[in-house]
Structures are given as C-alpha cells and as structure tokens.
C-alpha cells in the first residue's frame, strides 16, 4: 500500500514540474534593437528557442539609439516593469543596470568558460554575472575600394592622411559630376555613439582614455585636443554638416547609397553594405580605424550587446534559459555568418564558414582583443552620466567650439562628477 501511495506521489511532483519538460508553457518577453536586421535575428532566433522548450516569446522592439534604449530601460526598471524578461543591454550597462538584473551564474554551467574571458569580466559585477555576452564590437573604417584604386591611394594609415584622401577624392569626383559625394562620414549626433568615435580619436592620437585606469580624469592633454580639433575641422570640409545628427544607420545610409569615401561604423555594416541590392556592393574594404601619426595607434573602441534577465521577471529560469540559448556558440554562429555580428568565443574566429562569410574577421582579431574599452567599469552607475559629458563636449566641437577650451571644460566637468561619484 505504501508503495503504491509514494510512486502516485512521485508520478504527482513529476507532473507538476518536478520534471521540467512538464512545467507549465510560459511567455518570455525579450526587448530586441531593430538596426540592420537585429529585429529579424532576434525574432528567428527566440522563436527557435520557443519551438525547442514549448515556451513562447513576445518581442520587443526598442530604439536604436543604445542611448534612447538606456533611458526607456532605466524608466521600466525604476517601476519595477514586468514588460521586459530578457533584456538586450549595452556591454557598458553592466555597472548602471546591475541593481535591476539577476545573477546568471547558477543558471549558466560552464558556458561563461568559452567566451572572451575579458567580457565575462565585464558583466560581472560584486562577484554576480549579471549578462551573458551576445556579440562583440569595434569600430573599424570601411572604405571604397574603387574609388582609392581610380585615384591611386591606399586605404589610410593614419587620420592626416584619411583627410587629405578623403579631401580630394571627394573634390575630384565632385569635379567629374559626382556632387553628392562627401569623403568620410561617422556618428556625430550627441549620443553613446558619439562617445566611441571621440575615445577612438583621443586614443588613436596618444591622447588616453579620458579616465585613466586608476580613476583619474585625463582628458585635458595636448594630444586629446589635437585630435579633437581634427575631427572638428571635417565638418563642412569632408563630412556634412547634417554628421551632427548621424548616428551608425545614418552613417550607413549614406555610404551604402555610394555617397561617401570613407565611413567609420560597426562590423555590422559590412554584410549590409554587400547585399545583393547594396549599391556598394564588391566595392567597399574594411580596415581598422586610422591613427594620430607619430606616437599614435589604431584604436577601436569596444562595443557590443549582452543579454541580461530583469530582477522583475515572474520566470527568471525561463529567461535565463533563452539567454543561454541566444547567446550559445551555434546561435552565434547563424549571426556571424548571415549579419557579420562577431561571435564572442575566440572558437568561432577560426571557423572556415564564418570566415568565408567574413573575410575580414581574422584581420579584426587583433583589433578586437586589443579594443579601447569605455571608462565604464570605473564609473559603474555613473557611467551614462560620464559620457553624456563626454558626447556633450564633443558634439560642442564638432559643431565649431574651440578644442582647447571645450576640453578643459570637459575636463572640470569630469572632475565633479568623480568627486561627487566617489571613484
Ligand atoms: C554599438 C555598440 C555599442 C555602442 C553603440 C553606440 O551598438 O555595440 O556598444 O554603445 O554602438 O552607438
């Protein structure tokens, strides 16, 4: 008799979800960016997930700017919103969202093992892994490879050089009818995007990286406000005016309708760009961001989303569950190969199919081990409030302001911040 009593109970615990193949269908909601083809990525991918645990999911589109997405986030959050369960957020986040995220380690085995262990570093705040990594960035300059070839250049080693290039093609082809053609575009609006172009040019000249590593602000140095004064000198000369409100589609729209020489942006745009129905399409090379000449360096700053499960979920293991499946190495892979999103295993680097996809994927190792990372693990929460700072001054620039004074400025402003932020 009581045998028979303990197996009803076991076959009982089994059925109520004991055994988890039996739990109960649930809705997992995942907020996705739609830039490119994200939102297209991302729906397959979690309606993959779907078909495989029985659950189902429920998109969310969000806006492309990293910036406008952060501010809709911290609102949702503050609130405590259960819209989000899965949340797609910025590799510099972490710090500024970890309050409001679980702890992924007990759900993730040893997954986080195979990933660039600098990432793991990265989402991994007070000893909790608080993101998984989903693609890696670094910012690269594409450039058209016809244009170069008819006037005789090489692509750019240094951003001097990048501008008188730039210059003349683009006067040349103007010459010959060609009026809508500028020689370089970038993400000038005031914005996160921003902040990654104006590290890239303060590195890429010796400049640093605004905060040091110790926490120290150091912005306000010679080769900082050269390079900032170069970016200043191409608006109206070889970017438009209208740069002051591009972001990376902006950018990308205008170099794939073959308006532009030269376009710094993500490897995202790199599948885009060679689509059937791209104009550009068989005439465009990538290569790593140009340097500040003598004592300067390549420098692409570090970027990239993460996936991360809202402290509000009323499913955490399920959320958890979709973030290790998104973020698995074959998923990666299917990103890789159809949008050019670098995976973030090392492993995937020497993949015959993804390479052939992405020619220029071995080139970018180096380029994405060695990336200039945000000064966002030093400030942590207050890092939105440190490049706001930071887009603001550069913006000024860019839009006619003296470097050395909107430097010193920036500088000061940084100062306070780190003062009040206590870093
Ligand atoms: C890209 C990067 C991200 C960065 C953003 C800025 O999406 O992956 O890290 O913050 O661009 O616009």
Partial sequence: MRSVFAAALAALALFCGGGRALAAPVEISISCASLGVELRLCTEAANRWAAKTGNRVKIVSTPNSSTDRLALYLQMLASRSQAFDVLQIDVVWAGVLADHLID?????????????????????????????????????????????????????????????????????????GNVRLWGYVFQGRAYEGLTCNALEWIDSFGGGHIVSASGEITVDNPLAVQALALAGSWVGDISPRGVLNYDEEAARGVFQTGAAVFMRNWPYAWALAQSPDSPVRGKVGVVPLPSGGAGGKTSGVLGG??????RYSKHPAEAASLVAYLTSAPEQKIRAIEASYNPTYPALYDDPQVLAANPFFAELLPSLENAAARPSR???????????????????????????????ELEADLDRLKYRARW
Avoid at 105 to 128: C, E, K, Q, S, W
Avoid at 136 to 161: F, H, I, N, S
Avoid at 378 to 385: C, K, L, Q, S, T
């Fill in 104 to 176: 992924l380690r007990p759900y993730m085995g040893d997954a986080p093992r195979a990933h660039f262990p600098v990432l793991i570093r990265n989402d991994t705040v007070d000893g909790r892994l608080v993101a998984m990594p989903w693609w890696t960035d670094v910012g690269v300059l594409y450039y058209r490879k016809d244009l170069l070839a008819k006037y005789g250049y090489a692509p750019p080693r240094t951003w001097q050089e990048m501008t008188r290039i730039a210059r003349a093609v683009q006067a040349a082809e103007r010459a010959r």
């Fill in 305 to 310: 989303w993460h996936l991360a499960v809202s």
């Fill in 378 to 408: 030093i400030a942590g929460p207050h890092y939105n409030r440190l490049s706001s700072d930071v887009w603001r001054a550069a913006h000024d620039i860019l839009a006619g302001e003296a470097a050395p004074t909107r430097v010193a």
